[in-house]
């Protein structure tokens, strides 16, 4: 008799856990160039992530990966295919994303805690104590506490960065788009906000899509890495990371680390354009 008939059976996961957050069927982008030209930025882009998932975005310049987050940030309209949230078509910006930019994009006559509650006072006209509760507690977790009455001048890059991400969680979005967020940061800032940000994603659970260009970036975030081919971007391929959580600096020394981003760094960069 087949052992496994007689096996334990493993309890079955919830649906609703791994039912697909953010699921792009059939994706593609046209843009119009300025001489009229049709450039193809996304072509036939499959692709579904799951709750609290942290997914990373890497290939080639001019790929479109950023075009995805602005998809799923309803920034954009697809030209073909469709992009959901929850099952429901992405025809519009949503409550539930939160977005943090290359740049911090921080209003310089507005001081830290007035810049990460200036999106509640811009989209309702003002804002109650609830949102400065939960303001000072972001400056907290982000480890600005005493800088809320600073101006945006008085920081450093990484501690605008900071702030903009806090500006970002504000309304607890249950998805968050960051597009390169660190790359303006010197290296060492940008290893310590890497850090920061597992932090904060551990603390608070989101759904996040990263583009990056640094695949030790990419390895040390994610649970999944996905690779695009040059233009016209396709889902090249999916990268499962392998490595335990939480992670710290020991990981980077890993062998497992260094073998998967010599891995991924010969796919990047020797993929031909299909």
Request: contains cysteine; hydrophobic residues 45%.
């Amino acid at each position: 008799m087949n052992a496994t008939l007689n096996a334990p059976q493993a309890p079955v996961a919830d649906a609703a856990a791994l039912a697909p957050v953010i699921e792009f069927k059939g994706v593609g982008q046209v843009f119009t160039s300025s001489d009229g030209s049709r450039v193809e930025a996304l072509h036939d882009v499959n692709l579904s992530l799951r709750r609290h998932e942290f997914v990373s975005l890497i290939g080639p310049s001019g790929c479109g990966k950023s075009t995805l987050l602005r998809l799923v940030g309803g920034l954009l309209k697809p030209t073909s295919g469709a992009v959901s949230i929850f099952g429901m078509p992405v025809t519009e910006p949503r409550d539930e994303i939160g977005f943090a930019f290359q740049k911090p994009t921080l209003l310089p006559w507005l001081d830290v805690l007035d810049n990460i509650t200036f999106p509640m006072r811009h989209k309702y006209g003002r804002i109650d104590d609830g949102d400065k509760a939960r303001a000072q507690s972001l400056l907290e977790t982000v480890g600005l506490r005493d800088f809320a009455r600073k101006r945006i001048g008085e920081l450093s890059g990484g501690m605008q960065q900071r702030a903009a991400i806090a500006r970002a969680l504000l309304h607890d979005p249950d998805i968050l788009l960051m597009d390169e967020p660190f790359s303006a940061l010197d290296a060492l800032t940008r290893d310590e906000m890497s850090f920061e940000l597992l932090r904060i994603w551990s603390e608070r659970p989101k759904t996040v899509v990263f583009v990056t260009h640094s695949i030790q970036e990419a390895l040390l975030l994610s649970d999944r890495i996905v690779v695009m081919s040059a233009r016209p971007g396709r889902v090249a391929e999916i990268i499962d990371v392998p490595l335990a959580r939480p992670r710290n600096l020991a990981t980077l020394s890993d062998p497992v680390f260094t073998h998967l981003a010599n891995d991924i760094r010969v796919k990047v960069f020797t993929r031909k354009p299909e």
